[in-house]
């Protein structure tokens, strides 16, 4: 067993076995930086134009597919698109100062505390994921390596010249996309930046930020008729190389090939030949600018360490196609409960540049005068279920398996008794596996004080069998679960947003009750998140100013 499935187990019993250091207490004052900052780095602009959105780039298109969206070069992204995705996903689009439950409330108002909204979730509202952009001679500028920097919507240049080739060299033959570009996304991840906060529980944390962003911008791009297939397995040793950084403080944990308008470079005036990839670099190179941090003092937290250590071992050897298949979530068919089959969904025709930019967490302001309808609860069900697509490496080991359950808790919905029940994706339905009001249930089993779990209409909750994903592919396949988790929660922010309806995402809950409320015990799957859904309080005291 690896130390991967230690660490599943730990985060399934934290509720009653607190993982170490217990009482631990974060520094507030001696808190990192809500970005990277690399002194001296030159900042090259973003288009703030990226040609607005296009018809028919809507939340249902985003997550289903299908439909008609224009586009000046379909299939294919150039700067103003790239412009786009990271400003919509992790770019900052407004200061948000509502009045709500959440534990930093009083902080907000100061202006270097300030609560600026992005279109993707992070947990914590740490953001720990650095976007990278390699760039080769097919691109729109000079070549080279830069970071964004969310907060001049800028690419920070952090090297000059093509090292496409070392990324291409790091992904393997294999890695769908990789040979037909000289673009890339590389996602790191700074672990301090959320383990001042979360410490131990760091690495459960950010690897569901990863799958937030991933599904952000698979929903964005497919919106626009566009296609990206994220990598997560590669030579994860050779990238952080690349980038500089010491490899148990910032883990590499996608790459993401984009497609590029234009004809490759490599190509150019060779009709009829096949791609002909530029080498990697006959010599080590390597980012020689640095992260100037913030905090005085760091710290390093074992079991971070070790998840980071057993994720990055055998990170070059993807799994085969189909080998996540013994661990495809089980069919709700095998509920005995009789299936009450839901109407049709309530469409999801908002934009999906609209629905990002209105997305927020409510934060307590859930009331239940009001319940949702049965048909904005199909839509939020489906939109969960497509999510757990848009957050893994589809290219290789997804083979088609399908990882997550889903599971309600019914408050508050018209036409549908409260209850506990499974999701049938295929019948479109509920199954019910416990009868009677689950409030006092949720609310008994949250850690915070944040929520109202019993006025909110619904709670969601995905499980995923994370023993068996390990089983298949290894410890590297915990970023895998937690990815398929993440973009499960995003999807379920976007379509709230584009329903109207109020929602937030939580992680201190009680597992294992959760597994023994749905009935979950003497099986392998793991409830791993909660999503609240449900109608706000009307005319709250809310302050928006939108800067994109």
């Given at each position: 067993?690896?130390?991967?499935q ?6 399934m019993?934290?509720?009653r ?23 001296g ?10 040609g607005?959105v ?10 289903f ?9 379909p ?37 270097p ?15 720990p ?17 830069h ?61 569901m ?5 991933l599904?952000t ?6 919106a ?20 500089g950084?010491?490899?148990?403080a ?9 497609t ?29 600018r640095t992260d ?19 994720t ?44 990002l930019?209105?997305?927020r ?49 019914v ?22 596996v ?57 999807a ?5 947003a ?28 793991a ?12 005319a ?9």
């Amino acid at each position: 067993m690896g130390y991967a499935q230690t660490y599943a187990d730990a985060i399934m019993a934290r509720g009653r076995v607190p993982m170490e250091p217990v009482n631990f207490v974060p520094d507030w004052s001696d808190g990192p930086r809500k970005t990277k900052h690399y002194p001296g780095a030159a900042t090259v602009p973003l288009p703030a134009d990226d040609g607005g959105v296009p018809e028919g780039a809507t939340v249902a298109r985003g997550l289903f597919g299908g439909g008609t969206a224009a586009d000046p070069a379909p299939g294919r992204f150039d700067l103003a698109a790239l412009s786009g995705l990271l400003r919509d996903s992790y770019g900052l689009t407004g200061r948000r100062l509502g009045v709500q439950a959440n534990t930093d409330l009083n902080a907000l108002p100061h202006y270097p505390l300030a609560n600026w909204s992005r279109g993707t979730a992070s947990g914590g509202g740490l953001y720990p994921v650095a976007v990278y952009w390699a760039s080769g001679p097919g691109g729109p500028g000079l070549p080279g390596l830069h970071y964004y920097s969310a907060r001049h919507h800028g690419m920070r240049r952090l090297l000059t010249g093509d090292v496409t080739g070392e990324i291409r060299a790091a992904l393997g033959p294999d890695a769908p996309g990789s040979a037909d570009t000289d673009q890339y996304l590389v996602l790191g991840i700074k672990y301090w930046q959320n383990a001042f906060k979360y410490n131990s529980f760091s690495f459960h944390a950010v690897s569901m930020d990863l799958g937030a962003l991933l599904g952000t911008w698979r929903l964005w791009a497919r919106a626009r008729g566009l296609e990206i297939e994220p990598a997560l397995w590669f030579d994860e040793a050779r990238l952080q190389r690349l980038l500089g950084v010491e490899p148990e403080a910032e883990g590499v944990f996608a790459v993401v090939p984009l497609t590029w308008a234009g004809e490759p470079p490599a190509t150019a005036g060779r009709p009829g030949r096949a791609p002909v990839a530029p080498p990697a670099p006959p010599a080590p190179v390597a980012v020689r600018r640095t992260d100037a941090e913030r905090s005085r003092r760091v710290l390093t937290f074992e079991a971070l360490s070790a998840m980071q250590r057993a994720t990055a071992a055998g990170a070059a050897d993807r799994p085969a196609p189909g080998a996540l298949a013994p661990a495809a979530a089980h069919p709700p068919a095998r509920r005995q409960g009789a299936a009450r089959e839901l109407p049709d969904a309530a469409p999801l025709t908002m934009t999906v540049r609209r629905a990002l930019r209105s997305r927020r967490s409510s934060f307590g302001r859930f009331a239940a005068h009001r319940g949702l309808s049965a048909a904005q609860l199909t839509a939020a069900l489906a939109a969960a279920h497509a999510g757990a697509e848009l957050g893994g490496d589809s290219g290789t080991a997804g083979g088609g398996a399908h990882l997550a359950t889903l599971y309600a808790f019914v408050n508050h919905v018209d036409g549908v008794e409260p209850g506990a029940y499974a999701y049938d994706p295929g019948r479109r339905a509920l199954r019910l596996v416990s009868a009677g009001a689950p409030g006092p249930f949720l609310q008994q089993n949250y850690f915070l004080s944040n929520y109202n779990l019993e006025q909110a209409g619904v709670v969601l909750v995905p499980t995923v069998r994370t023993h068996a994903v390990l089983e298949a592919v290894g410890d590297r396949g915990y970023r895998l679960v937690n990815a398929t988790v993440g973009a499960i929660a995003q999807a379920t922010y976007t379509a709230a947003a584009a329903l109207g309806i109020g929602c937030g995402v939580a992680l201190g809950f009680d597992n294992l009750s959760y597994r023994e409320e749905l009935d979950l015990e003497g099986t392998d799957e793991a409830p791993l998140l909660i999503m609240l859904l449900g109608h706000e309080r009307p005319a709250p005291a809310d302050f928006r100013y939108e800067i994109a």
